[in-house]
């Protein structure tokens, strides 16, 4: 079984397109994440959710919105869809509560590798 | 904001060889984490340590919170190590990661 399990693995699209990635985690954290991995591999939180409250917002565009149905869903939506949007997109979970200062080990989704032509 | 600094970039060694991977940060923190990228893209953690030192079988990763640094070992080192390794460090007081540039490690047979 997945633990954090994302779709689709590809999506190539075009410019000014909506599209939506899925992420699910059976792994019963209360913490979950996405993340942004550009052309040169480097990593960057984009948001965070902790019991599908936001807790971190990066300064990302808004035409990028989360939605967190239940704790093990966060899915992200991302408007009007630009060349500079291409990247893989990694959700991740864990346990516990963002802001509380206390560590907790991340599982990282496959990623999401997105090409906006 | 803490700078994460990793070194070297890019390690190509032969089978065998001990692999040592460093990662500097420049903010006290409360704990730091080692990640593995795969070359297929997938990304696995390693570790997360506050202190000392961890093992899990051929990797050791060690910190030293007073000197901001930790090291990541890899003994005994086998092409399947091959795969970019990438520290990452919490901003304080919640669970936002700064990532590493990530080290690029090829094993040759």
């Known amino acids: 079984d997945t633990a954090v399990s994302q779709t689709p693995k590809y999506l190539v699209t075009q410019m000014g397109n909506d599209k939506s990635i899925k992420c699910e985690q059976n792994?019963?954290?209360?913490?979950m994440y996405w993340y942004k991995q550009d052309s040169k591999k480097f990593l960057k939180i984009m948001f965070s959710y902790n019991n599908k409250e936001l807790i971190i917002n990066e300064t990302v565009p808004n035409r990028f919105s989360p939605k967190s149905p239940d704790k093990a869903h966060l899915n992200l939506h991302i408007n009007s869809l630009e060349l500079g949007d291409s990247a893989v997109y990694f959700c991740?979970?864990?346990?516990?509560?963002?802001?509380?200062?206390?560590?907790?080990?991340?599982?990282f989704g496959p990623g999401t590798r997105l090409t906006v032509t | 904001k803490n700078e994460v600094e990793q070194s070297p970039q890019n390690l190509t060694a032969q089978e065998g060889e001990f692999i040592t991977i460093n990662c500097s940060y420049s903010?006290?923190?409360?704990?730091l984490h080692w990640l593995q990228q795969h070359p297929g893209g997938g990304i696995v953690s390693l570790f997360m340590l506050s202190s000392g030192k961890k093992k899990h079988g051929r990797l050791i990763a060690t910190i030293n919170i007073q000197e901001k640094h930790s090291s990541l070992h890899i003994t005994a080192s086998h092409p399947r190590d091959s795969a970019v390794y990438i520290c990452?460090?919490?901003?304080?007081?919640?669970?936002?990661?700064?990532f590493g540039t990530g080290t690029r490690l090829t094993i040759i047979p």
């Open positions: 991740a979970s864990s346990h516990g509560s963002s802001g509380l200062g206390r560590p907790y080990e991340q599982y």
């Open positions: 990452a460090v919490p901003g304080f007081g919640n669970e936002k990661l700064t």
């Open positions: 903010v006290g923190i409360s704990a």
């Open positions: 792994l019963g954290h209360d913490t």
